[in-house]
């Protein structure tokens, strides 16, 4: 870990009717540890505020402060408890890549750059105003990326100020996103940081970059911000892709899944099934086996995902888990005791209210727009609308195209996106109707716009009806990424909409 101590000489010269001129002279003295941790406690870190090179440094009155409308979709009171709408609750729409490279910067020599999916929007300061947290992976000179641990990022009311603060992470590589809501239940959203700092992929081996070395397994954080950025450990040691958070137990605190990842540390493997946290109060939380009242673990020796999250899906109150990897024209290999290779679909296992699951009481979302093509793909996300105001949950799911042999260059391995619309029926069945409902439903061309991992369901311009906007995509690639990628609502029908 890195202990970082600052000395700023702040000097303000000059200040006459025309001009205001703020110098400032900042003199970073480094020194390294390897035995000091950086994020484990509340109070440990010192804030390193950089200013971006843009405007000066300005600060908002939140008693004059405008209050901010959100354009989210609305939902059930216990679907507002879930990560899915805490994260489109402050989001106006994705940040450009032009944006995202402005917030790059460099501490000894060390260059830390944020990936979109690593960022969120929400109001961490109680002023009724989107901020922005985020973590920054560090690139460092003649070594892979997180080679070095990295750092997290706050930026305070983005729309009005491009000055952050900057402290150190005990965490290398993230790739599991981060999800915003309230979980000490004081009224003001934290972050649930959850990673894959161990990264080791069994599947992919594409994905066997970025570091390189043998990284810990840790535990999810809990971030707030007090002024300065706090961590809290919660939960178990586990690497994740995704993360889902909610009140499974209908019990006014918000609870969180841990869903594995394949990884290893010392050659010990990752964990091989999921658990809920049930909130106790505070950053408080009892781990449970989620499967502990089944016989799954008896049948099979791991389950893995790349996306899942919590909604209530049939509108019985109850939050469900929705859960997946493969889909479409799976081509690997199915391993015996492998429920993620036996299954290659996305599955809802319907919630009781307990934060227990069970695949025996489940729907399986079946599809033939990818399959129908000979498309394999891996699940990233999932969203939620009533496209059709019939009053029920219908289902969006982000996926891209994944080919055992598919190249970056080639949008058959990442880089890319597809669509799948699901239309509930009677709250019971589901039925994929992404061809009819929306235009533009997939992109492997890499002409406009890469794979994203979140999906958000809102008024993005301004008419009344909610549109499709992605969030959390994979910026750091070769593609002209567009500013304005969305699905606009017209009808009952979605219409791709994008262009500079």
């Not at 890549?97 to 109001?123: A, M, P, W």
């Not at 981060?178 to 940081?193: A, K, Q, R, S, T």
């Not at 195209?401 to 009677?426: K, M, Q, S, V, W």
Request: proline share 3%; net charge negative; hydrophobic share 35%.
């Amino acid at each position: 870990m890195r202990l970082l101590k600052y000395k700023i000489i702040v000097f303000f010269i000059f200040k006459n009717m025309r001009s205001l001129i703020l110098l400032v002279f900042i003199l970073s003295t480094i020194s390294c540890s390897k035995d000091i941790t950086t994020d484990v406690s509340l109070n440990n870190n010192s804030p390193l505020v950089i200013n971006s090179e843009t405007d000066s440094p300005s600060t908002v009155d939140t008693d004059n402060s405008p209050s901010f409308n959100s354009i989210s979709e609305r939902y059930s009171s216990i679907n507002e408890t879930t990560a899915y709408f805490k994260g489109q609750e402050y989001f106006v729409n994705y940040m450009s890549k032009d944006e995202l490279d402005s917030f790059d910067y460099f501490i000894d020599g060390i260059n830390y750059r944020i990936f979109n999916r690593d960022l969120v929007y929400t109001d961490m300061n109680n002023d009724n105003l989107p901020d922005i947290f985020a973590f920054s992976t560090a690139f460092p000179p003649g070594d892979t990326y997180s080679y070095d641990t990295g750092r997290y990022f706050f930026l305070s009311d983005h729309s009005s100020s491009n000055n952050f603060i900057s402290q150190p992470s005990e965490i290398n590589f993230s790739g599991g996103r981060m999800f915003p809501n309230d979980f000490n239940n004081d009224g003001i959203n934290e972050v649930l940081f959850n990673h894959h700092n161990g990264k080791m992929n069994w599947y992919n081996e594409q994905e066997n970059i970025g570091g390189g070395v043998n990284f810990e397994i840790k535990k999810p954080r809990i971030l707030s911000y007090t002024g300065i950025i706090q961590v809290n450990q919660v939960g178990i040691e586990m690497d994740s892709h995704a993360g889902a958070s909610g009140d499974v137990n209908n019990d006014g605190l918000v609870d969180f899944i841990q869903f594995p990842i394949p990884s290893e540390y010392n050659g010990e493997p990752n964990e091989n099934f999921a658990v809920t946290n049930l909130n106790l109060g505070g950053y408080s939380f009892n781990s449970v086996d989620m499967f502990n009242n089944t016989n799954f673990k008896e049948e099979w020796e791991r389950w893995n995902a790349t996306a899942y999250d919590l909604f209530d899906i049939n509108s019985d109150g109850y939050l469900d888990l929705l859960v997946g990897w493969w889909v479409g024209d799976f081509k690997g290999q199915s391993w015996s005791g492998d429920y993620t290779t036996n299954l290659k679909k996305p599955i809802i296992l319907l919630g009781n209210g307990s934060g227990y699951y069970n695949t025996e009481n489940s729907i399986i979302l079946d599809e033939t727009s990818l399959s129908d093509n000979l498309i394999s793909a891996s699940i990233l996300g999932f969203g939620y609308t009533d496209y059709d105001f019939d009053g029920d949950i219908d289902i969006i799911v982000t996926t891209t195209r994944d080919e055992p042999d598919g190249t970056f260059e080639a949008g058959t391995y990442y880089d890319n996106y597809y669509l799948l619309f699901f239309e509930n029926i009677d709250n019971t069945n589901f039925i994929e109707i992404t061809n009819e409902v929306i235009e533009g439903s997939y992109d492997q061309a890499r002409t406009h716009f890469g794979n994203f991992y979140s999906i958000r369901t809102v008024d993005i311009d301004g008419d009344g009806d909610y549109d499709i906007v992605p969030d959390q995509y994979a910026n750091w690639g070769t593609i002209p990424y567009v500013d304005n990628l969305y699905w606009e609502k017209v009808g009952n029908k979605f219409i791709r909409r994008y262009g500079n």
